[in-house]
């Protein structure tokens, strides 16, 4: 057990329909990251958090947002979600960005 | 920013063999160097790093070399058992303000018994 759990583990939803994800994490840890999983390009960095309401995107930010206001919990939106955001959504926490990352379970979306 | 290419891509060999499983960097203020094994359906865990005032680390049959001239390194399974069937991930990361962790695209390891 990493200390952390996703919710929902899974979802299917249509296009163009907010979808929040929950990323839930026991260790006190400083910061937190989402990642999404795709064929052909391993892990990439959707947005990750060094504090209480302190964000910054990653590599492919665009078409989700961020929030954190507990030290526990970090939420992932997707505004108004599209076909190309079909994925595997991961999150993880470490106690520095040079420390190990734990990962929760993941979350499988699917946009039709 | 960082770029990380992995290889190979797939990889399989028989129980007791070893597997060897390279890494590049571009960044040469990249200095912390983890590798993953994401099992089916389950999030990647962390197997072993290496950071960069070391060139080998060892932990029973795992091992992970770093080559900071040529900015690559390299996972070593010995000894393989099916068990080690997974995906493998390396990554990089600098202390660079703003950075974070990059992943390579990983390598599916298959050992048959």
């Known amino acids: 057990d990493a200390g952390i759990t996703q919710s929902p583990r899974h979802k299917v939803t249509e296009t163009g329909t907010p979808v929040t994800l929950r990323c839930h994490q026991t260790?006190?840890?400083?910061?937190m990251y989402w990642y999404r999983q795709d064929p052909g390009h391993g892990l990439r960095l959707i947005h990750y958090s060094y504090g209480v309401k302190d964000t910054d995107k990653g590599e492919v930010s665009d078409g989700y947002s961020v929030s954190r206001s507990k030290t526990e919990d970090f939420l992932l939106t997707l505004e108004s979600a599209t076909s190309s955001q079909t994925s595997v959504y991961f999150c993880?926490?470490?106690?520095?960005?040079?420390?190990?990352?734990?990962f929760g379970p993941g979350t499988r979306l699917l946009v039709l | 920013g960082e770029n990380v290419e992995q290889h190979p891509s797939t990889l399989s060999v028989q129980e007791g063999d070893s597997a060897v499983i390279k890494c590049t960097y571009s960044?040469?203020?990249?200095?912390?160097f983890p590798w993953y094994k994401q099992e089916l359906g389950k999030g990647p865990q962390l197997i072993i790093d290496i950071r960069s005032n070391v060139g080998e680390k060892k932990d029973q049959r795992i091992a992970v070399t770093l080559n900071k001239t040529a900015k690559h390194f390299s996972l070593h399974i010995t000894e393989t058992q099916p068990e080690d069937s997974a995906v493998y991930f390396c990554a990089a990361i600098s202390n660079q303000a703003g950075t974070a962790l990059i992943f390579g695209k990983g390598t599916t390891l298959s050992v048959s018994s």
């Open positions: 960044d040469s203020a990249s200095n912390y």
């Open positions: 260790e006190n840890h400083r910061y």
């Open positions: 993880a926490h470490s106690g520095a960005l040079q420390e190990t990352q734990y």
